[in-house]
């Protein structure tokens, strides 16, 4: 029986990851493990997330990786070619820079496993291994149940589910729709709800980047993608399945107040949205249509209100520091997120992943500061400025997302948002997760490495504008 050794690699242990009130399971190297047969292999994961790899016995050896983590990736995969061990790597970034990759690895799956995984493990056996596995992009109808019971799951606190891939909004900074297609494809709802019930997690992440799709996107002619989840929360309270779910989602989600009920019915708690920018020129450089259609007609606040009111907490996602943000774009952002009162925030620096338009137009540009790759990648954290903007200095970017997240973590503010939350949403459960999920991003700003204690008086006299 050949040992498959199944690895996450992890860079630095400082992001949400490494904090167990934000910590979820490798679900891509689950699937992996799903596709090997049991009768011929013993298989082993680990995620540096939660656990020390101390380089253990394996005949192959499978790494997944994201760009910020890929160095450490190689890192792994050169100690075990001088074992002259078999690596594969697959993932996101590799699938975007397989010739890079196979510098140091053996082989590499370029985009989704499922369709060719199989043929990797009989060239693997037979010693015939190839250094390129091109996949094809499959219905998800008939897709294997996650094999879970490899992963350490009580070491984390959320379960994590997919119910689709593919998303068509392509905006300029997402490599998504380059590695899973424009295509929405869904999963049967009866095979989600069958494996929900084998989740023992009570606290559930659907791992899909829009949930909510769009218009004909419910995997079926006849079922749009809105119609697709009324019919998926109703299965969830039909089968009484007793869980918290986190889902990630449009604005859009906060138009439909019958879906919104049906959701919070169905355990829904959280509520991840892009909304990237209050500046519609920027959102417009992000190809963000949807939401520069929202800006102006000025119904964020409406909608997100609806969100809340009905029992759902949201974490509003926010990209500062593109070419159009100017010094007065930090206290125009903080304002809007107190008068939205968003529960949680997660602000991220426009970072220009490989495969992606804003990658090759910095790129093309000679604007990327640091271009030795591999070890570049390491800085590809969404906490660090690649490029300089045009109107604003590396610095005001790190000072005025500093300004943001001291002001947002300030105490007397937290303690404000605790009762604002409780008293909006309604739900005890909804405000407890706000405050976990909060304490792990507050954990990571101030742990992260290139946190700098700025003077906020400061600060303060810098950004604190009339906008």
């Not at 002619?221 to 309270?237: N, Y």
């Not at 990658?359 to 906490?383: G, M, V």
């Amino acid at each position: 029986m050949y040992t498959l050794l199944l690895i996450n690699p992890v860079e630095k242990k400082s992001s949400l990851g490494a904090y167990k009130s934000s910590s979820m399971p490798p679900l891509s190297l689950a699937y992996i493990a799903a596709l090997t047969p049991e009768d011929k292999y013993k298989i082993v994961i680990i995620d540096e997330n939660i656990e020390t790899l101390d380089y253990p016995y394996a005949d192959i050896v499978g790494i997944t990786s994201y760009t910020a983590h890929v160095r450490r990736a190689y890192e792994i995969a050169q100690v075990y070619r001088k074992k002259l061990v078999p690596v594969v790597i697959g993932g996101i970034h590799v699938s975007t820079m397989p010739d890079e990759a196979l510098n140091y690895c053996d082989a590499v799956v370029i985009g989704e496993a499922e369709s060719i995984w199989h043929k990797v493990l009989d060239d693997f056996e037979n010693k015939c291994l190839q250094s390129k596995y091109n996949s094809e992009r499959l219905p998800l109808e008939n897709m294997p149940f996650p094999k879970r019971e490899y992963m350490q799951n009580d070491r984390y606190l959320w379960g994590t589910i997919l119910t689709s891939r593919g998303c068509p909004m392509d905006c300029s900074f997402c490599s998504v729709t380059g590695f899973n297609g424009r295509k929405f494809r869904r999963r049967k709802i009866d095979d989600v709800i069958a494996e929900l019930s084998e989740i023992k997690n009570k606290f559930v992440l659907i791992v899909d980047d829009n949930i909510l799709g769009y218009e004909g996107s419910g995997g079926d002619k006849d079922i749009d993608g809105k119609r697709w989840l009324e019919q998926f929360f109703m299965a969830i309270i039909k089968s009484k399945i007793n869980k918290y779910f986190f889902i990630q989602a449009s604005l859009k989600l906060g138009e439909d107040e019958r879906l919104l009920k049906l959701a919070y019915k169905a355990g829904v708690r959280v509520a991840l949205l892009g909304i990237e920018s209050v500046e519609l020129n920027s959102l417009k450089a992000y190809n963000k249509k949807l939401n520069f259609a929202y800006i102006k007609k000025n119904s964020y606040l409406e909608l997100m209100k609806n969100i809340r009111k009905n029992g759902i907490v949201i974490i509003g996602c926010f990209i500062l520091g593109c070419d159009n943000d100017t010094d007065r774009s930090f206290k125009k952002t903080l304002d809007f997120i107190f008068k939205a009162k968003i529960d949680i925030i997660q602000i991220t620096r426009p970072t220009p992943l490989p495969g992606t338009k804003f990658y090759n137009e910095l790129y093309e540009q000679n604007r990327i500061i640091d271009t030795k790759y591999p070890d570049a990648w390491q800085h590809y954290t969404f906490t660090r400025m690649l490029f300089k903007p045009k109107q604003l200095e590396i610095e005001d970017v790190y000072q005025g997302i500093h300004y943001i997240k001291k002001n947002f973590y300030a105490f007397r503010t937290k303690m404000k948002r605790f009762f604002q939350t409780l008293f909006d949403t309604k739900s005890i459960a909804s405000t407890i997760i706000m405050l976990v999920l909060n304490s792990s991003y507050e954990k990571s700003f101030f742990n992260s490495d290139i946190y700098l204690d700025y003077n906020m008086r400061e600060l303060e006299k810098k950004f604190n504008f009339k906008n």
